[in-house]
């Protein structure tokens, strides 16, 4: 038996929510607590997600104490910590992979599996390896697992063939205690990197740069305790603004920085959505018909890949051909196939899909194959007609807080129950 979210769609969404903290900001920040030797980092608005939990038990496996409750975090780190990661945590999710940079500098050793490939494309490290390697680790890939080791990690410029989320943050993290200066160049410019390079400085880093394509860091010999609020998560707003727009509604999500919605936001009114912008506040409604438009997803500031299942589902059922371009993952069309079924008209050519509005969806019981592909599925039976019922939620739940919640306090008609995989009707 497994948890599956019924949806009876066709109910514009309508009323207020609140954005949870980021994720993929919470993640790095908590592996670079690890830097601290014999110190305490304070998070506050902390997401309550599955892969929190997943990275929380990492960091307790190698002898850090997490504490969280009511999205506040204490990580406490003993000077001695263990720099051995188990394949089991690694394996579960790809982030976890954002320890091996904090556990080399201050252990001078760390032992990563390869975190492997995933639903969404084979997801290599190798530009987190060559970056590390660079500084002076000695990197050895064997028996399906990193170990990299070094006694002095040195400053120097490493340039990034591809502004890599991950490699930014691993070779940022390592190069903290680094002798002399790092530039990293053609970095990453995410918020959540920002985000991370703030902490940083409020544990007593030296580092500038942060949100521009140079990321620049002076060594220090050590970090102190500090306290960190973690930024509004730009993917879960951004998907309820999208819950809005697709059932014909009117959502407003607050607690956001407008500035980190710019692609979503512009995509939207270029489809002829109505966007009202407001301190810390965004609404977004439709009075007629969308209209297709077409979508490229790019490395920050640009259209995000993680909204780009969502924005095809919206594009399903806008008047005229849409044709979204999946730049950055190779893999990341696992919602075609439900969307399909349930009645879209999506034709996938290599890395684009091209997307002919349809007149309605129909509700069936479809499965999340990855997180965003999981929140597209609901977003479509939203505002699908009939039942639609989402399998294998816990894909969804590791990014999405209390997501059944949220919509229904909407006025979505929707509610969880338990079903046997042989009752399925796929
Ligand atoms: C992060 C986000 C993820 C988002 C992605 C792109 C977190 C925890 N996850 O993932 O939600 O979809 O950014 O915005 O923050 N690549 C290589 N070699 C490497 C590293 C990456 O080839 O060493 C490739 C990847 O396979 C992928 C592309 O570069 O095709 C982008 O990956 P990257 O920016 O590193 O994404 P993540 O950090 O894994």
Redesign the pocket.
């Known amino acids: 038996m497994s948890q599956v979210l019924c949806i009876r769609g066709g109910h514009p969404l309508r009323g207020a929510v609140v954005a949870q903290g980021s994720k ?1 900001a919470t ?1 790095p920040i908590m592996a670079a607590a690890l830097l601290l030797k014999g110190g305490k980092l304070r998070l506050k608005r902390v997401p309550n997600l599955l892969d929190i939990a997943t990275m929380a038990d990492l960091l307790k496996y190698l002898g850090v104490c997490v504490d969280f409750d009511n999205h506040e975090m204490s990580i406490d780190v003993p000077e001695e910590i263990s720099w051995e990661t188990p394949p089991s945590l690694v394996r579960k999710m ?2 976890s992979s954002l320890v091996l940079g904090p556990l080399l500098s201050r252990c001078g050793k760390a032992v990563l599996p390869l975190p492997g490939g995933c639903a969404i ?8 390896l060559k970056g590390l390697s660079k500084m002076g680790a000695s990197i050895e890939v064997a028996h399906g697992a990193v170990t990299a080791e070094a006694r002095e990690l040195r400053g120097t410029r490493i340039y990034l063939d ?1 502004p ?4 930014t943050e691993n070779v940022l993290m390592a190069a903290v205690f680094a002798k002399g200066e790092t530039l990293i160049e053609n970095a ?1 410019r ?1 918020p ?1 990197i920002a985000n991370l390079a703030q902490a940083l400085r409020e544990m007593g880093a030296d580092i500038s740069g942060e949100g521009t394509g140079i990321i620049r860091i002076r060594g220090v010999d050590a970090l102190h305790d500090a306290e960190v609020e973690i930024i509004p998560d730009r993917i879960e707003a951004s998907t309820y603004l999208l819950a809005g727009v697709i059932t014909g509604g009117e959502v407003t999500v607050k607690g956001v920085i407008l500035e980190h919605l710019d692609a979503l936001l512009a995509k939207l009114e270029e489809a002829g959505a109505t966007v009202a912008r407001n301190e810390g506040e965004v609404k977004a409604y439709v009075k007629n018909k969308l209209h297709s438009i077409n979508v490229k997803t790019l490395p920050y500031p640009g259209f ?3 909204l780009q299942p969502q924005m095809m589902a919206l594009l399903s059922l806008a008047s005229g051909t849409s044709v979204i371009r999946e730049e ?3 893999a990341r069309f696992l919602h075609v196939g439900d969307l399909k079924r349930m009645g879209a008209a999506i034709e996938v050519q290599g890395n684009m899909a091209i997307v002919k509005g349809c007149p309605e969806l129909m509700g069936c019981d479809v499965k999340a194959t990855d997180l965003r592909a999981g929140a597209a599925l609901i977003l479509a039976g939203l505002a699908a007609k009939g039942e639609t019922r989402v399998h294998a939620l816990q894909h969804i739940w590791r990014g999405y807080e209390q997501i059944e919640e949220k919509i229904a306090s909407l006025g979505a008609s929707l509610n969880l129950t338990e079903m046997a995989e042989e009752e399925v009707k796929w």
């Not at 890599?164 to 490699?167: D, F, I, K, L, W």
């Open positions: 993929n993640l790809r982030a494309g084979s997801r290599p490290i190798d530009l987190h591809f890599s989320v991950g490699a990453a995410e959540e995000p890949t993680d950055i993952f190779e």
